[in-house]
T-cell receptor, first 112, second 113 residues
């Protein structure tokens, strides 16, 4: 389809492991966002890319979290030394400039 | 910083009855306002938005929301709901000239026959 694609849809891992979550935005969208949605809460901003660079990473909770977008398209959110509190649904969205955000279905991360 | 409060976490409603989902926000600067909907097993979708102009905005599936600046509210209404409106609804704000959305905690609407 032509929407935002996120993989994996579900990821179960053990505490302390490393995890990568992938986002494939809508073709041609210059802006890409990561949000995190914990149980019972609304999505919270993590990081924003305009092109290849992270224009704003102020929402990343700590230095265990990192995201890249090397070619200005696909983005990977990387979490090191996962903790149980990292369990959430990680949402990716893309937009053309500052237009409407289109969200993917999310990657549900469970840390045991 | 801005914040969003959705006053109801769960709203059960019978089919063909009206529904209102309440949203209040706080911000020291001008904001844009949005309602997003998340149907079961789907991603967030934009339902409607207020950027400027008429304070009453409508969606294509019968929802409407009214921006009330004095009460800092953006309540969502539908006069007659369908089973297919069962979903989670999120109110969100974004400062003008910013890109970050701040979301409320969401309201789960369950429509029963």
């Amino acid at each position: 389809g032509a929407g935002v694609s996120q993989t994996p849809s579900n990821k179960v891992t053990e505490k302390g492991k490393y995890v990568e979550l992938r986002c494939d935005p809508i073709s041609g969208h210059t802006a890409l966002y990561w949000y995190r949605q914990s149980l019972g809460q609304g999505p919270e901003f993590l990081i924003y890319f305009q092109g290849t660079g992270a224009a704003d990473d102020s929402g990343l909770p700590n230095d265990r979290f990192f995201a890249v977008r090397p070619e200005g398209s696909v983005s990977t959110l990387k979490i090191q030394r996962t903790e149980r509190g990292d369990s959430a649904v990680y949402l990716c969205a893309s937009s053309f400039g500052d237009g409407e955000l289109f969200f993917g279905e999310g990657s549900r991360l469970t840390v045991l | 910083a801005q914040s969003v409060t959705q006053l109801d976490s769960q709203v059960p409603v019978f089919e063909e009855a009206p529904v209102e989902l309440r949203c209040n926000y706080s911000s020291s600067v001008s904001v844009y306002l949005f309602w997003y909907v998340q149907y079961p097993n789907q991603g967030l979708q934009l339902l409607l938005k207020y950027l400027s102009g008429s304070t009453l905005v409508e969606s294509i599936n019968g929802f409407e929301a009214e921006f009330n600046k004095s009460q800092t509210s953006f309540h969502l209404r539908k006069p007659s709901v369908h089973i297919s409106d069962t979903a989670e609804y999120f109110c969100a704000v974004r400062r003008v000239n910013d890109y970050k959305l701040s979301f409320g905690a969401g309201t789960t609407v369950t429509v029963r026959a």
